[in-house]
């Protein structure tokens, strides 16, 4: 009955992190890494709902099988962190396919001798991703060194538990009492589903942090060097009489309906299409900043005709998007324009006008663009 309890344990905990994960993690800010990171958690929460079944209906061949995927769920991590670094390939469809070769083995092998040595190779597998899960982590920038650090601990102490039941696999071995059938490892399991709970709890930390704050510091330092290069610019402009700029203020219309009609990678493509149609139309001395996903920033050198001209090809293009058919909501974009003189060059006021102006366009009905009023 301990040994029940001691599951039920880890069934909630790994439920809870599932839930944080997927809540506040994936779905408020969908990404690739977020989303095989929630999926390693689905993976945990499985492998322990099956381990209950398995305990109350008293299968060992189901029992052995429920380890799976908890440990396919630790080489989730690694392959998360692969995919946020842009590393190629990041081994996802290899680490499923032995993963799953894994479960299957471990379930028809749980009442024969040979268990014991599938389950040790099993178990080393996970432990060798995440050693590598945990050098990932410190390649990491400092401020996220800093946040992954419990889950560096616990992946090192993964490493090392499996260190040592690969060492007590091979005295077996010498020993020739290598046979061991699942029954047989219930001591091993209860080890186990303690270092399972911290590896969850600890994951749950890191993997949070980096899927909401990881990319962050990227983007204040683009925004800082956005805002310094625009003001720059106003203030040469300004010297010189130069009346021929403009701040734009393009967004993507119904983003919360988009994001909640679309799947994650979908709604992802067509955030890319969305800022690669904007850097498409608009000229090449253009500065671009995207402030989110949805939301585009342009300081523009062009004369008013010209802007009006971008601004309706730029609603054209967004509309004919080649990711519409999957999505059973009209794309279109609102968009603010402020003109520099109109504003004494100031980038503050530009800015704060043209995100009234699209604010204006989007409750107007979007799929236009508006230019900013100044007061006189």
């Given amino acids: 009955m301990e040994h029940i309890d001691v599951t039920i344990v880890l069934v909630a905990v790994a439920t809870t992190c599932t839930i944080i994960m997927i809540g506040l993690g994936f779905l408020p800010h969908p990404g690739r890494a977020a989303s095989i990171w929630s999926s390693g958690f689905a993976l945990a929460m499985l492998s322990c709902y099956l381990l209950v079944a398995a305990d109350q209906i008293g299968s060992h061949h189901l029992r052995g099988a429920a380890h799976g995927p908890i440990l396919c769920a630790v080489a989730f991590v690694w392959i998360g962190l692969r995919a946020r670094r842009g590393r190629e390939p990041i081994m996802l469809v290899p680490t499923i396919v032995v993963f799953s070769a894994a479960t299957v083995v471990l ?84 080890l186990n589903e303690v270092v399972a709970l911290l590896y969850l709890i ?19 330092q683009q925004t800082v060097e956005f805002f310094g290069v625009a003001r720059d610019r106003l203030a040469r402009a300004q010297v010189a009489g130069d009346r021929w700029w403009s701040l734009i203020d393009v967004r993507l219309d119904d983003a919360g309906e988009l994001l909640d009609a679309s799947s994650g990678r979908a709604f992802q493509r067509i955030t890319a299409r969305f800022a690669d149609d904007i850097r498409a139309v608009m000229p090449p001395e253009a500065d671009i900043h995207a ?26 293009r967004i509309g ?49 663009w508006e230019r900013a009023v100044f007061a006189p």
């Fill in 291 to 316: 402030v989110s996903p949805t939301q585009v920033l342009v300081l523009l050198p062009r004369p008013d005709t010209a802007v009006r001209g971008l601004l309706s090809r730029l609603l054209d």
């Fill in 202 to 220: 600890c994951a749950l930390v890191t993997l949070l942090y980096l899927a909401r704050r990881g990319a962050q510091t990227n983007e204040q």
């Fill in 320 to 368: 004919t998007l080649t990711d519409q058919p999957a999505v059973p909501i009209r794309l279109s974009a609102s968009i603010g324009v402020a003109a520099a003189p109109l504003a004494d060059y100031d980038l503050d006021r530009l800015t704060a006008a043209a995100g009234e102006a699209a604010e204006h366009a989007q409750i107007s009905g979007g799929d236009r």
């Fill in 107 to 190: 379930g028809l092998t749980a009442e024969t001798l040979a268990y014991g040595t599938v389950f040790r190779v099993s178990f080393l597998l996970a432990a060798a991703t995440a050693g590598l899960a945990a050098w990932e982590l410190l390649r990491l920038r400092k401020a996220e060194r800093e946040m992954s650090l419990p889950l560096i601990v616990v992946a090192c102490g993964f490493v090392g538990l499996a260190v040592l039941v690969a060492i007590d696999g091979l005295i077996r071995l010498a020993e020739g009492t290598i046979g061991e059938t699942e029954a047989d490892l219930q001591d091993l399991y209860d």
